[in-house]
């Protein structure tokens, strides 16, 4: 993979990020940054390598850019998770997440495991919580996908949310699913290869034509 800049350089832009908002402990935290650092850049080539946009590839190559706000804020997401995998839910794990949000206003908790595959397009606003998701996800701005009564979602493979969708609850969301803009599901059950238009309950469900 191509880097923007190499991954010393990338280390220090999070420490100062880190430094200048909240605490950043050189000394006793830059061990575990940089073993982070290093996981999520691997994370990242392996899911840019499969995205069909040209932003994420150059000649090719994968191509990361820390300075592309999508790019960045799926690096952080990565960093903030690989940081609790590597030790636990310790308090650099939450400043990487608080960064995340405060950057891009999106909410990618290093506990919810997205899934290896996944693309973010323009996702100020978006809350993505506990669900089981499938590779090759999609959400845009303002999404939401939560719990409802502790009940929480699975999404299939290549499941796409347009603008204002939601999903909650014991849904059940096939693959090749695209969640119309401002769609809201809740406990219901979506069936592969399917439009899906207004809210629950009264959803309207279309054949998804193509790939």
């Known amino acids: 993979m191509h880097l923007e800049i ?47 946009t040209r932003y994420y590839k150059r000649e090719g190559v994968v191509y990361f850019n820390p300075f592309h706000s999508g790019q960045y804020c799926t690096f952080l997401y990565f960093l903030s998770r690989e940081v609790y995998q590597i030790a636990g839910p310790v308090i650099l ?3 990487i997440y608080y960064l995340n949000k405060a950057l891009n206003g ?31 996800f999609q959400f845009s701005q303002n999404c939401t996908v939560g719990n409802n009564h502790s009940s929480y979602p699975k999404l299939g493979e290549r499941v796409t949310m347009m603008s204002g969708a939601k999903v909650v609850g014991a849904s059940v969301v096939g693959n090749d699913v695209v969640l119309s803009a401002n769609c809201y599901v809740k406990d219901a059950h979506i069936p592969n290869k399917t439009l899906v238009f207004g809210s629950s309950p009264d959803l309207i469900l279309k054949p998804k034509q193509g790939d």
């Not at 950043?24 to 899911?47: I, K």
């Open 6 to 52: 190499n991954k010393h350089d990338l280390v220090e832009l999070v420490e100062r990020q880190l430094q200048n908002l909240f605490s950043y402990n050189q000394t006793l935290e830059g061990y575990l940054l940089r073993a982070g650092v290093d996981r999520a850049v691997r994370a990242c080539e392996y899911c840019f390598q499969h995205m069909g």
């Open 93 to 95: 794990a939450d400043r």
């Open 106 to 136: 999106v909410d990618l908790f290093y506990e919810v495991e997205l899934p290896k595959i996944f693309l973010l397009d323009h996702p100020v606003g978006s809350v993505m919580g506990r669900a089981d998701y499938g590779d090759y």
